[in-house]
């Protein structure tokens, strides 16, 4: 017979194994990665240049990690469905230059130019989502598709030529301006690294707590099984790339304020960064798993080693090489991690 110490000691083994099965997932474990490998570029860049750890050069990498964080959060959202969205980049400039039209051009206040940014985002993610969800084009070519068109109508709308938001006052305020600051003049945080926390906070609550969040993470575990359960898959799936799309409108308001204009020849390139931060962190690919927090450290992965990088007079074509072997790294680190859940 087992004795009653046996059982418990069998319970409590049982437990501890069931506790560690949940805190070691592949997902826990390559957020756990994922921060190690800041911790120690931080580091080397430390020793490898005194510049690095000055004040100056710390608030350019959030400044930039702010922009392509939040391409990332938007991202996230559409990845665990098992989607990609490679229009991204160019819907950020699109917003920023409609944000352009509606200030700069027709001189309406700032409020309205906020909202017609993050509502062409909206309505830009709608139609990438119909593309995908009703007519059954691959996200792929859906959003590379729209990556074309939406580059296109910057330059259309915008006669290829920057808009400026000189008369447009305080608008530089959004990404420049500290908040922080003002209460503790020595910590000048910019203000488009609290809108990125911020987003962050409210991505991760709608992932964790809402029924937008549950579906997000059905569809990319089994599309399949969530159809025949009876629930509308082409509804969610619309309305989480119509959230994307509102995130990246944030974005445009950020890098459009960073700026203080609107570069309709901007934006192509950076969807691959907000991929890469997005797989670093721990999104698989194939969808079904992933986490904001994870994006976010992936975020300022590649802000501090681009920074990095260029402290130390990196050539700018060896940047693009060490930043394509990373993706392939973190793209087959991904399938991996499959591989042995």
């Known amino acids: ?17 069931g ?26 860049f430390s020793f490898a240049s005194p510049a690095f750890m000055q004040m100056d050069n710390m608030l350019g ?4 990690t702010a922009v392509n964080g939040v391409l990332a959060i938007a991202c996230t959202f559409v990845i665990i469905t098992g989607g990609i969205d ?21 001189h309406l206040p700032m409020w309205t130019g906020v909202l017609a940014a993050i509502g062409t ?10 593309l995908t969800a009703k007519m059954k084009i691959p996200p792929f070519i859906a959003t590379l598709g729209m990556m074309m068109l939406l580059k296109g109508l910057s330059l259309v709308v915008s006669a290829d030529k920057p808009i400026y938001f000189t008369d447009t006052e305080n608008f530089y305020m959004i990404s420049q301006d ?53 629930v509308n898959v082409d509804r969610w799936k619309i309305a989480i790339y119509g959230l994307s799309g509102a995130i990246c409108g944030i974005a445009g308001l950020l890098i459009a304020s960073r700026l203080n204009s609107a570069q309709p ?9 907000a991929i890469a931060a997005v797989v670093i ?33 990196v050539a700018q074509e060896w940047q693009i090489v060490v930043t394509g072997l990373i993706i392939i790294l973190a793209v087959y680190g991904d399938i991996l991690r499959r591989k042995k859940s």
């Not at 506790?19 to 800041?38: D, E, H, M, N, Y």
């Not at 450290?297 to 260029?310: C, E, K, Q, W, Y």
Request: aromatic share 8%; glycine share 12%; hydrophobic share 50%.
């Open 19 to 44: 506790l560690r099965a949940r805190v070691f997932t592949p997902t826990a474990l390559q957020k756990l990665l994922a921060f190690g490998s800041l911790i120690l570029l931080l580091v080397f």
């Open 178 to 230: 500290s908040l922080i600051g003002d209460l503790l003049p020595s910590l000048p945080v910019p203000n488009a690294v609290l809108i990125l926390f911020f987003l962050a906070v409210v991505s991760s609550i709608t992932l964790n707590r809402t029924a937008l969040g549950r579906y997000t993470f059905a569809l990319g575990s089994n599309e399949e099984a969530v159809r025949l359960s009876g």
């Open 86 to 106: 490679l229009s991204v980049g160019t819907l950020m400039t699109f917003t920023a230059v409609i944000c352009g039209v509606f200030l700069t051009y027709w």
């Open 1 to 17: 017979m087992t004795s009653q110490s046996d059982t418990s000691a069998l319970g409590n083994k049982k437990t501890f194994s």
């Open 61 to 64: 990498i959030l400044q930039a």
């Open 281 to 313: 962190g721990g999104t698989s690919l194939s969808g079904g798993a992933g986490t904001i927090l994870g994006t976010i450290i992936g975020a300022f992965i590649m802000s501090v080693l681009t920074n990095g990088l260029r402290i130390m007079s």
């Open 265 to 273: 020849a901007l934006g192509q390139g950076y969807e691959l960064e």
């Open 121 to 130: 985002g909206a309505i830009c993610g709608t139609v990438s989502g119909t």
